[in-house]
């Protein structure tokens, strides 16, 4: 996976204006139930917000296309979940993943619908909890609320979190004796 996400961050510094398609695909990819589990979407969001640090790219877009790409990636687990409910339950992952069930289920009696926004910061529920929030028949609104303050918070605080990392390494890089 390693290199995976080092192609994906050399491929960003050299094809700049794609950052915010890259960021959308990759945060749909992180929201969209199970796909999370496969792709290494974090890092490599991570990793690009190191390269806002170096000035390779600028951050509003890389933040607007990571909002957009959760967003989408959120809403269409919620709708696969009212939609698709007792299918997604009887197929892989789940099937096989009882405890990740219990997880969601735990979740969601202990913090209601602010489940759907912690979850974008929990990789092990974000993975299921807004297919969860589907096939519990969690109303619509409340859903909405709370997802897209959620994925406007993470789709900052994501790429922020590597920008700070950045910064921090450029700041310790001037006190090296070479």
Do not use: C
Request: hydrophobic share 55%; aromatic share 16%; proline share 6%.
């Amino acid at each position: 996976m390693d290199g995976f996400v080092q192609s994906a961050v050399e491929f960003l510094e050299r094809n700049q204006a794609w950052a915010p398609y890259i960021a959308f695909l990759f945060a749909m990819a992180e929201t969209t139930a199970f796909l999370s589990i496969l792709i290494p979407s974090t890092a490599i969001l991570v990793a690009v917000g190191a390269l806002v640090s170096t000035g390779a790219i600028p951050f509003f877009p890389l933040w607007l296309g990571a909002a957009l790409g959760s967003l989408a990636g959120s809403f269409l687990s919620y709708w696969l979940g009212r939609r698709y409910g007792d299918l997604v339950l009887r197929s892989w992952p789940l099937k096989d993943q009882p405890d990740l069930t219990a997880k969601a289920t735990e979740a969601f009696a202990k913090w209601g619908p602010a489940t759907v926004f912690i979850a974008h910061f929990v990789g092990p529920l974000r993975a299921v909890v807004f297919v969860f929030a589907g096939i519990s028949q969690m109303s619509f609104l409340p859903f909405a609320v709370f997802n897209i303050t959620g994925a406007l918070v993470w789709a900052w605080a994501i790429p922020k979190s590597g920008e700070l990392g950045g910064d921090l390494l450029g700041w310790l890089w001037q006190f090296l004796p070479f």
